[in-house]
């Protein structure tokens, strides 16, 4: 196991930030709309915050259960999303394009 350790009664998961950065940016939709990070330690310093909310109060973002944590990542870009003044430490462009204009269905 190369990112994920047992550490006494926790599992440690370690998040190479490269990984986390090159992930969001890739993103199909932040792709499409051109959203990068800029400023990768802040950036992962926020999804890092995300996550100890999630893992504390799962109910805080509308997960059930650890079982959901293939979307939690995606959740984590949302966040971002919603709360881009938040994340000056991505780059979103001026001009949101509109969701429907977004070529892949499912994001509405």
């Known amino acids: 196991m190369e990112y994920v350790k047992i550490s006494g009664d926790n599992v440690v998961i370690e998040i190479p930030i490269k990984a986390l950065v090159d992930e969001f940016n890739n993103d199909r939709y932040n792709k499409w709309q051109g959203i990068k990070v800029k400023q990768r330690n802040e950036f992962a310093q926020g999804v890092a915050q995300i996550l ?7 109910s805080i973002y509308g997960v059930e259960s650890v079982s ?35 070529p892949i269905k499912g994001l509405e």
């Open 52 to 58: 100890d909310d999630i893992f504390f109060d799962l």
């Open 68 to 102: 959901e944590f293939n979307d939690v990542l995606l959740l984590i870009f949302a966040t971002i999303l919603d709360n881009k003044d938040d994340y000056k430490c991505v780059k979103f462009p001026k001009v949101m394009k509109p969701i429907d204009d977004y």
